[in-house]
C-alpha cells in the first residue's frame, strides 16, 4: 500500500507544481511547516539526560498532573503526535506506567488546540514572517555550539522559525490562489460534506504525519475563503482522527504497554470524533454563544473553529475520564500480557515464580530518546538476573524459592532437595541466558550513538555487569561438578566444606536476589556487609585445608579440588556482587545514584574484617533491615 501511494501523491505534487505556481507555493509553506517541526523535535530530544524522567516523575504523579503535563507539553511542542510518540517511547521505558501515559494524551489533546488559537489569533493577522527570520538567523547560530544544551535550543528556534514561515507561506499561496480558482464552489453542505470533510482532513493528517498542518492549512484556507466554515469544521474533526495513525506507527514495535497507549488514544480519538459529529449542531450553538460572550465577531470564522477545535476535545476529555480504571482494563482485555513460558524448568509445576526467555522490556520505540533507552537496558539487565538466579539456584541444587527462606539457608547442611538434576546448566544458559545476554548488548550498540557521555558511559557499566553475570553462570557450572560428587560423601570433613561453600553462594544469591526485588536504600550497605564476609571465606589463608590434611579427614586430591572450588565459589559471589551493585547503582541519566555512597570501600572492608573475629565466621543473613522497616 505504502508503495503505491508514495508514487500517486509524487504525481499529484508533480502534476499540482505544472498546474499552479501558487499551489507550489501553498505546497512549499506544508514543507517548510513539517521540516519545522522536524527541527523542534530534534531540538528537544537534546534536554535529555535524565532531565526527561525527573520532569516525568514529578509530573505525573497524579491523572490530573499528567493531563496537565499533556498539556503543556504539547502547547510547547505543538505536535500532539509528537507527545503521543514519547509517551509511548516512556510507557515502554517503564518510566510512567499506562494511566499515567492516558492521562498525557488526553492533556495532549486538549494541547493541541493551542496552535489553533495562535493561528487563527496571532499567525493570520500579522506579518509573522518578520519574526521567523531572526528565529532562523540566532537557530542558525545557535546550532554551530559543540554544548548540546545551546546546539538543541539553536534547532528549537529554528523549528519556531520554520513553522513560522510555513504558515506564512500558505497564507500568501491560499489568498492568491483564490484569484485563479474559488475551491469554495466544492463545498458540500449536510451529513454528506461532514463526512467526506472528516475523511478528507483524516486523509490529509496521515499523509502529512501532524494535525498542526491540516489545521494551519485548513484555517489559512477558511481565512481566505477557499473552504466553507461547515466544512472547516470537518476538516478538524477528521485532523483529530488522523493523527491517531502516527501513534499507532510508533507503538508498533513499542512493549505491549506502548500498543495499549496507542490503542486508547484510537479509542479517545474516534470516540470524541464520533460525538462532535452526532453532534455538530447543538456544537455551533455553543461556538456561537462564547464568541459573541468573549467578542468575536460572528464572521471570525478562524477564531470560531478555534472554540470549536477546544470545545470537542475538552468534551472529549470530560467524557472518558470518569471511565479511567474501566478503560485500562479494557486495554488490558484487548491486549492480555503474553503468557509466560515456563523457561527454566528448575521445579515442581507448583513453583510460582517462572524465568521467562525472551526479552521484555527491548524496543525500538524507546530507543528515540536516551533516557527512555537507557531505562529499558536497565529493566531488561533485572529480567536478565532474574534468570541468572534462576540457573544459579538449580546449579546449586535448590529451588528458586529456597532463597526467600533466610531460616531455611541455615539448613543447607541437610541433603539437597528434591528437584530434578538432568538438565545440564549450559543448556540452560544457550536457552534461558544467552539470547537476552545478546538482545541487549545489540540494542546498547544502536541506542548509545544518540546518548551523551555519561550515558554511554553508564552504558559500557552495564555491559560489564552483563558480562560477570554470564561468568558467574559459567563458573557455577564448574563447580557443578564436584558439588554433586562430595555433597554426598560419606567423608564427613569434605563433605561439610562442601555444604558449606553451597551455603556461601546461596546465602549471597538470596541477600542479592532481596535487593533485586526490592531494591532498597541501604541495598549497597548489604552488599557491603556481604564483602566484609567473604574477605574472611579464604580457605588457604584460614588454615583449614591444612588442618583438614594433617587430620587425615581429606586426601591432597580432594584438599586441591577443594581449593579450587572454594575460589570458584569467591569468584562467583565477588562477580554478583558487583553485578548488583552496578545495576542497582545506575540511573537513566548515566551517572550513578546517590545509593553509591553508601557501599563500603575497600578500607571499610579491610577494617571490619580485621576486627571480625579470626577463622570461618557463622553464615547468617546479611539483609540488615527486615520489611517491616520498610527498606
Same mark, same amino acid.
Given at each position: 500500500?505504502?508503495?503505491?501511494?508514495?508514487?500517486?501523491?509524487?504525481?499529484?505534487?508533480?502534476?499540482?507544481?505544472?498546474?499552479?505556481?501558487?499551489?507550489?507555493?501553498? %505546497?512549499?509553506?506544508?514543507?517548510?511547516?513539517?521540516?519545522?517541526?522536524?527541527?523542534?523535535?530534534?531540538?528537544?530530544? %537534546?534536554?535529555?539526560?535524565?532531565?526527561?524522567?525527573?520532569?516525568?516523575?514529578?509530573?505525573?504523579?497524579?491523572?490530573?498532573?499528567?493531563?496537565?503535563?499533556?498539556?503543556?507539553?504539547?502547547?510547547?511542542?505543538?505536535?500532539?503526535s509528537l507527545v503521543s510518540v514519547i509517551t509511548i517511547s516512556f510507557l515502554s521505558a517503564g518510566l510512567i506506567n499506562l494511566a499515567q501515559g492516558i492521562g498525557v494524551i488526553f492533556g495532549a489533546n486538549i494541547g493541541t488546540t493551542t496552535g489553533a488559537w495562535l493561528i487563527a489569533g496571532v499567525g493570520l493577522k500579522v506579518q509573522i514572517s518578520v519574526y521567523a527570520m531572526p528565529l532562523l538567523v540566532m537557530g542558525s547560530v545557535l546550532?554551530?555550539?559543540?554544548?548540546?544544551?545551546?546546539?538543541?535550543?539553536?534547532?528549537?528556534?529554528?523549528?519556531?522559525?520554520?513553522?513560522?514561515?510555513?504558515?506564512?507561506?500558505?497564507?500568501?499561496?491560499?489568498?492568491?490562489?483564490?484569484?485563479?480558482?474559488?475551491?469554495?464552489?466544492?463545498?458540500?453542505?449536510?451529513?454528506?460534506?461532514?463526512?467526506?470533510?472528516?475523511?478528507?482532513?483524516? %486523509?490529509?493528517?496521515?499523509?502529512?504525519?501532524?494535525?498542526?498542518?491540516?489545521?494551519?492549512?485548513?484555517?489559512?484556507?477558511?481565512?481566505?475563503?477557499?473552504?466553507?466554515?461547515?466544512?472547516?469544521?470537518?476538516?478538524?474533526?477528521?485532523?483529530?482522527?488522523?493523527?491517531?495513525?502516527?501513534?499507532?506507527?510508533?507503538?508498533?514495535? %513499542?512493549?505491549?504497554?506502548?500498543?495499549?497507549?496507542?490503542?486508547?488514544?484510537?479509542?479517545?480519538?474516534?470516540?470524541?470524533?464520533?460525538?462532535?459529529?452526532?453532534?455538530?449542531?447543538?456544537?455551533?450553538?455553543?461556538?456561537?454563544?462564547?464568541?459573541?460572550?468573549?467578542?468575536?465577531?460572528?464572521?471570525?470564522?478562524?477564531?470560531?473553529?478555534?472554540?470549536?477545535?477546544?470545545?470537542?476535545?475538552?468534551?472529549?476529555?470530560?467524557?472518558?475520564?470518569?471511565?479511567?480504571?474501566?478503560?485500562?482494563?479494557?486495554?488490558?482485555?484487548?491486549?492480555?500480557?503474553?503468557?509466560?513460558?515456563?523457561?527454566?524448568?528448575?521445579?515442581?509445576?507448583? *513453583?510460582?515464580?517462572?524465568?521467562?526467555?525472551?526479552?521484555?522490556?527491548?524496543?525500538?520505540?524507546?530507543?528515540?530518546?536516551?533516557?527512555?533507552?537507557?531505562?529499558?537496558?536497565?529493566?531488561?539487565?533485572?529480567?536478565?538476573?532474574?534468570?541468572?538466579?534462576?540457573?544459579?539456584?538449580?546449579?546449586?541444587?535448590?529451588?528458586?524459592?529456597?532463597?526467600?527462606?533466610?531460616?531455611?539457608?541455615?539448613?543447607?547442611?541437610? *541433603?539437597?532437595?528434591?528437584?530434578?538434576?538432568?538438565?545440564?546448566?549450559?543448556?540452560?544458559?544457550?536457552?534461558?541466558?544467552?539470547?537476552?545476554?545478546?538482545?541487549?548488548?545489540?540494542?546498547?550498540?544502536?541506542?548509545?550513538?544518540?546518548?551523551?557521555?555519561?550515558?554511554?558511559?553508564?552504558?559500557?557499566?552495564?555491559?560489564?555487569?552483563?558480562?560477570?553475570?554470564? *561468568?558467574?553462570?559459567?563458573?557455577?557450572?564448574?563447580?557443578?561438578?564436584?558439588?554433586?560428587?562430595?555433597?554426598?560423601?560419606?567423608?564427613?570433613?569434605?563433605?561439610?566444606?562442601?555444604?558449606?561453600?553451597?551455603?556461601?553462594?546461596?546465602?549471597?544469591?538470596?541477600?542479592?536476589?532481596?535487593?533485586?526485588?526490592?531494591?532498597?536504600?541501604?541495598?549497597?550497605?548489604?552488599?557491603?556487609?556481604?564483602?566484609?564476609?567473604?574477605?574472611?571465606?579464604?580457605?588457604?589463608?584460614?588454615?583449614?585445608?591444612?588442618?583438614?590434611?594433617?587430620?587425615?579427614?581429606?586426601?591432597?586430591?580432594?584438599?586441591?579440588?577443594?581449593?579450587?572450588?572454594?575460589?570458584?565459589?569467591?569468584?562467583?559471589?565477588?562477580?554478583?556482587?558487583?553485578?548488583?551493585?552496578?545495576?542497582?547503582?545506575?540511573?537513566?541519566?548515566?551517572?550513578?545514584?546517590?545509593?553509591?555512597?553508601?557501599?563500603?570501600?575497600?578500607?571499610?572492608?579491610?577494617?571490619?574484617?580485621? *576486627?571480625?573475629?579470626?577463622?570461618?565466621?557463622?553464615?547468617?543473613?546479611?539483609?540488615?533491615?527486615?520489611?517491616?522497616?520498610?527498606?
Open positions: 500500500m505504502q508503495r503505491l501511494l508514495l508514487p500517486l501523491i509524487c504525481i499529484a505534487l508533480f502534476y499540482g507544481f505544472w498546474a499552479s505556481e501558487h499551489f507550489t507555493t501553498i %505546497a512549499a509553506g506544508v514543507a517548510v511547516f513539517l521540516f519545522g517541526m522536524t527541527l523542534l523535535e530534534q531540538g528537544f530530544k %537534546a534536554y535529555s539526560g535524565g532531565a526527561l524522567e525527573r520532569i516525568l516523575s514529578r509530573s505525573t504523579k497524579t491523572t490530573g498532573r499528567s493531563l496537565a503535563f499533556g498539556v503543556v507539553t504539547t502547547s510547547i511542542m505543538q505536535s500532539s546550532t554551530l555550539q559543540s554544548r548540546p544544551r545551546w546546539h538543541g535550543l539553536g534547532y528549537v528556534l529554528a523549528g519556531v522559525g520554520f513553522l513560522f514561515l510555513g504558515i506564512h507561506y500558505m497564507k500568501e499561496g491560499f489568498d492568491a490562489f483564490k484569484d485563479q480558482i474559488d475551491l469554495g464552489a466544492y463545498a458540500l453542505p449536510g451529513l454528506r460534506g461532514l463526512l467526506i470533510y472528516t475523511l478528507l482532513g483524516a %486523509a490529509a493528517t496521515v499523509i502529512m504525519q501532524s494535525s498542526h498542518a491540516t489545521l494551519v492549512l485548513t484555517i489559512t484556507a477558511l481565512a481566505s475563503g477557499q473552504i466553507v466554515y461547515d466544512n472547516a469544521l470537518a476538516l478538524a474533526i477528521g485532523a483529530n482522527i488522523g493523527t491517531t495513525v502516527t501513534a499507532v506507527i510508533g507503538a508498533l514495535k %513499542a512493549s505491549r504497554n506502548g500498543k495499549r497507549l496507542a490503542l486508547a488514544l484510537l479509542i479517545f480519538n474516534f470516540a470524541t470524533g464520533l460525538v462532535a459529529i452526532l453532534a455538530i449542531s447543538p456544537l455551533r450553538v455553543v461556538v456561537d454563544v462564547i464568541a459573541s460572550l468573549v467578542g468575536i465577531a460572528d464572521t471570525d470564522y478562524t477564531l470560531k473553529l478555534s472554540i470549536f477545535h477546544s470545545l470537542f476535545n475538552l468534551i472529549g476529555v470530560a467524557m472518558m475520564l470518569p471511565w479511567m480504571k474501566g478503560l485500562v482494563r479494557l486495554l488490558f482485555w484487548i491486549l492480555p500480557d503474553r503468557e509466560r513460558r515456563t523457561g527454566l524448568q528448575l521445579a515442581v509445576q507448583s *513453583e510460582e515464580r517462572r524465568a521467562d526467555s525472551d526479552t521484555r522490556y527491548l524496543n525500538d520505540a524507546a530507543m528515540a530518546y536516551p533516557d527512555a533507552a537507557l531505562k529499558v537496558i536497565i529493566e531488561e539487565i533485572r529480567h536478565l538476573l532474574s534468570n541468572m538466579s534462576a540457573v544459579i539456584a538449580y546449579g546449586l541444587y535448590l529451588k528458586r524459592q529456597e532463597l526467600d527462606d533466610v531460616d531455611r539457608l541455615q539448613e543447607l547442611d541437610a *541433603e539437597p532437595t528434591d528437584i530434578d538434576f538432568s538438565r545440564d546448566l549450559s543448556e540452560m544458559y544457550q536457552q534461558h541466558i544467552k539470547g537476552i545476554y545478546s538482545d541487549i548488548i545489540e540494542y546498547s550498540a544502536r541506542a548509545e550513538t544518540g546518548m551523551n557521555a555519561d550515558q554511554q558511559r553508564q552504558v559500557f557499566r552495564l555491559k560489564t555487569t552483563c558480562r560477570q553475570a554470564v *561468568e558467574a553462570v559459567k563458573d557455577v557450572q564448574h563447580l557443578r561438578k564436584n558439588l554433586k560428587k562430595y555433597l554426598f560423601s560419606p567423608n564427613t570433613g569434605i563433605r561439610n566444606e562442601y555444604r558449606h561453600i553451597r551455603r556461601l553462594v546461596a546465602q549471597v544469591l538470596a541477600e542479592l536476589e532481596s535487593v533485586r526485588k526490592e531494591r532498597p536504600m541501604r541495598g549497597l550497605l548489604s552488599i557491603g556487609r556481604l564483602r566484609v564476609m567473604l574477605d574472611r571465606e579464604d580457605i588457604i589463608a584460614s588454615g583449614k585445608v591444612d588442618e583438614l590434611i594433617r587430620s587425615h579427614q581429606i586426601t591432597g586430591t580432594a584438599a586441591t579440588s577443594l581449593i579450587n572450588d572454594s575460589a570458584y565459589a569467591l569468584k562467583i559471589s565477588h562477580n554478583l556482587i558487583a553485578v548488583m551493585e552496578s545495576w542497582l547503582t545506575a540511573t537513566s541519566e548515566g551517572k550513578s545514584s546517590v545509593t553509591e555512597g553508601l557501599a563500603l570501600n575497600a578500607d571499610e572492608i579491610a577494617s571490619f574484617s580485621a *576486627e571480625g573475629k579470626a577463622g570461618r565466621p557463622e553464615l547468617v543473613s546479611a539483609n540488615p533491615v527486615n520489611k517491616e522497616q520498610g527498606l
